[in-house]
């Protein structure tokens, strides 16, 4: 699956997203849906917007947004593109399309004349992700929209371009949204208010491909740089939100890779993953699992790490547990890092002496969250044709406060997916493919600290007729 774009409804969450065959030739990419109300049980309801078909604008449905106006009739505003239809810059048109929903979205009648492309100044083939929403101040409807400047350096042309509507018909260009030069382009882009903030979200395409957030206290800005200014790593992708009782769900996708090992090149689209985000006093954001999908691993496992001490001043140790812990389980280690450590963590699927695996390494003095796994690629059959000067595995890395003391490390791993949490605040999600079994176990790195606490637990069994529990199967 790839972008969720969801939307919440009497307290149920009416999630679409965009539906990847991965099928050659392309067939036309249409907009499924998923229902859920708890988090934890997903209902599929199948097609909901159909490709145009082969001839049309909209053989591929891309990602856009819904709305609810004030006689209860629900908008979705759409990408529509066909490698078919090309514009004055010899790319692909891509097209704000409309249609509605008069039954509560059991149907939905598509708008071809409330059709259009990019507006004066803009380059056709990026005019995508059109995000509607009711500005109560300014009484009209705005649409925020990923495009690019016609002109410029070519890596540095991305804005969120603007249209305003009084009738979500007719809409009429108004100045960027925002423009800060940087990017090639700002995917999936959104804003919403939460208490005294407004929020804007982003994905940055294509210097990192990582989801962003930042903070203003108007619509108008200025935009303010958080710290820590990402949602997750590299693998978590597109990430589109929605609230319910004052909490704030963020519904993105963990990417797949190609031939389903460690070395392949990162995929389009791959697994749904909720994460939910805290509002700090400050109005800085973090992002953890929702306490539903961690309430799902209910059975405890007799394994305990609680006590260890890890010593290695000038080395390198680890413990690990005698048992392989299964495909699917929800670990919590606190550590407790003395100044000076190196590096310390979680390793999983590892073999007998810990030297081949997986490995969650908190690194205190680079103050990061990285992934690491062993062996890593070989270019060649000599002992130094491998990449060991690679320090971990590119473009899984976050950065998070490591201050002397206690930091709790949760891991979560689903199958092929893994998804670590520092402290509740910060997460890296990633896949893991080539070890599909092993021990799990703890380590330090030059310097000392204590396990102070540790929980190993699996899941129960599902309740009543579900999907899949936490996350939705990849579909491929």
């Not at 969720?4 to 409804?9: F, G, K, L, N, S």
């Not at 059709?115 to 380059?123: D, K």
């Not at 030297?355 to 690194?363: H, I």
Request: with cysteine; aromatic share 12%; proline share 5%.
């Amino acid at each position: 699956m790839g972008d969720i774009i969801p939307w919440e409804q009497d307290g149920e969450f009416h999630l679409f997203y965009l539906y990847e065959s991965r099928k050659t030739p392309k067939e036309g990419m249409p907009w499924h849906r998923v229902v859920t109300k708890d988090l934890v049980q997903f209902q599929e309801t199948g097609e909901e917007v159909a490709s145009g078909g082969p001839g049309a604008p909209d053989f591929n449905i891309y990602t856009g947004s819904i709305v609810l106006d004030p006689k209860g009739v629900h908008h979705l505003f759409y990408t529509g593109q066909n490698p078919a239809n090309t514009g004055v810059d010899g790319r692909a048109l891509q097209l704000v399309m409309h249609a509605t929903s008069h039954d509560g979205m059991e149907s939905w009648q598509r708008h071809e004349a409330d059709t259009f492309g990019a507006t004066e100044g803009y380059e056709t083939g990026d005019w995508r992700d059109p995000f509607v929403f009711w500005d109560e101040d300014a009484k009209l409807w705005r649409m925020l929209i990923t495009a690019r400047h016609g002109h410029g350096p070519e890596r540095r042309r991305g804005v969120i371009a603007q249209c305003t509507s009084r009738d979500l018909s007719m809409w009429e260009a108004a100045p960027p949204f925002w423009n800060p030069r940087r990017y090639i382009a700002h995917e999936c882009p959104e804003v919403f208010k939460w208490g005294q903030w407004w929020y804007m979200v982003y994905s940055e395409f294509s210097d990192s491909f990582t989801t962003r957030y930042r903070m203003a206290r108007s619509l108008s800005g200025p935009w303010i740089v958080p710290e820590y200014d990402s949602l997750d790593g590299r693998a978590f992708y597109a990430a589109k939100s929605a609230a319910r009782d004052n909490r704030r769900f963020f519904f993105g996708w963990i990417a797949s890779r190609e031939n389903s090992n460690d070395a392949g090149a990162w995929q389009w689209a791959g697994t749904m993953s909720v994460l939910e985000a805290e509002q700090r006093q400050d109005g800085t954001l973090a992002f953890h699992p929702t306490e539903e999908f961690r309430e799902t691993f209910t059975n405890p496992l007799p394994e305990d790490l609680a006590g260890t001490l890890l010593n290695a001043s000038d080395g390198y140790a680890d413990a690990l547990l005698p048992e392989d812990p299964g495909s699917t389980f929800r670990a919590v280690a606190r550590f407790d890092i003395t100044k000076d450590t190196r590096e310390c963590g979680v390793v999983l699927r590892a073999s007998k002496d810990g030297d081949t695996g997986y490995t969650l390494r908190l690194e205190p003095q680079r103050g990061r969250l990285v992934f690491d796994r062993w062996p890593r690629t070989s270019t060649g059959t000599e002992q130094w044709q491998i990449s060991g000067d690679v320090p971990y595995a590119v473009e899984l890395e976050r950065a998070v406060s490591l201050e002397p003391g206690e930091h709790e490390l949760e891991v979560i791993v689903d199958g092929d997916i893994c998804i670590a949490t520092v402290d509740n605040t910060t997460v890296l999600s990633t896949r893991i493919y080539d070890h599909q079994a092993g021990l799990l176990g703890v380590f330090v790195g030059e310097g000392t600290t204590t396990v102070t606490e540790f929980s190993l637990t699996t899941r129960g069994e599902p309740i009543g007729d579900t999907a899949d529990v936490g996350l939705l199967a990849t579909i491929s």
